[in-house]
């Protein structure tokens, strides 16, 4: 969808003990609905990496914002939850603050679920929904090793995949590429962490719990998933005897479409918070 309107893009430091954080906000002349879309990237993903995916959500008329934290710092954890998660899950509320966001929708990307879900349960009055993309906690626990190989073997289905999709799709296929390598590269050991976060992850009780503090949540999961395959989804999900969801988008695709589709999928996530929102 092309809009001839020029949003307003502004890119701002915000100052921390726990670490400085960059957010990138971009606000369309004619907004739609007056509550922002935060976009929670997935592991080793940055606002850079979902560039076209702000600009999408722009294109809409939403307020797309986004936010790059810093690999160094931090602070410690509470009520048992993954240090890497947990400050990712500060650093958002930190910028609604910052920003004065008293409400905000999410779109969350795979381990951006698990921050999304913590800063959402502590706070569920700053959150109206939340459209999980292709989340972490999906396939119950998992183990590192396997998590890791079925990374290695998407990065594999990505390279044959390059030959075959339009130049602005490379473009965003290698910024995902070279945004994951600077951020394992500037902490290994954190990028380590997170990696077990994911692996640990399971979200089904959560999701209930979202629901009984009113916040409505909806998934999107891409039938050709390589990290978290929707077979696993489906089996798991039947094993817990099903998933706490108002809406569950199955779409064909791999796990990052919403960074390098997101005319496509970026835009089906807008419109299943707009679903939610009409919920309430």
């Known amino acids: 969808m092309e809009n001839s309107e020029t949003p307003i893009s502004q890119r701002e430091k915000i100052k921390r003990v726990a670490g400085d954080l960059e957010v990138t906000d971009i606000i369309p002349e004619t907004l739609k609905d007056e509550v922002p879309i935060v976009v929670l990237p997935g592991w080793g993903e940055t606002p850079a990496t979902h ?14 914002i986004a936010i790059r934290i810093p690999r160094l710092g931090g602070t410690t954890a509470q009520n048992g939850y993954p240090r890497s998660e947990y400050n990712k899950a500060l650093a958002l509320i930190d910028t609604l603050n910052k920003k004065e966001l008293k409400t905000v929708d999410l779109i969350a990307h795979s381990e951006g679920a698990i921050p999304a879900i913590i800063a959402a349960l502590n706070n569920p009055e700053r959150f109206r929904g939340i459209v999980f993309v292709d989340p972490a906690g999906l396939i119950g626990k998992d183990s590192t090793p396997k998590l890791a190989a079925r990374f290695v073997g998407m990065l594999a289905k990505d390279a044959l ?120």
């Open 161 to 280: 995949r390059m030959a075959k999709v339009p130049v602005n799709k490379k473009l965003n296929m290698l910024r995902a590429v070279r945004e994951a390598t600077k951020s394992f590269l500037a902490n290994p050991v954190r990028g380590v962490q997170e990696v077990n976060a994911i692996a640990a992850a399971d979200i089904y009780e959560m999701l209930t719990a979202l629901q009984e503090v009113g916040i409505k949540v909806s998934v999107i999961h891409g039938t050709n998933d390589s990290l978290f395959p929707i077979e696993k989804v489906l089996k798991t999900s039947e094993e817990k005897g099903g998933m706490d969801t108002t809406g569950f988008y199955s779409v064909k695709g791999d796990h990052r479409e919403v960074s390098v589709h997101p005319e496509k999928y970026t835009a089906l996530a807008v419109n299943a918070l707009e679903n939610l929102s009409n919920k309430h």
């Open 51 to 64: 560039k076209d995916t702000l600009n999408t959500i722009s294109n809409l008329h939403r307020r797309a």
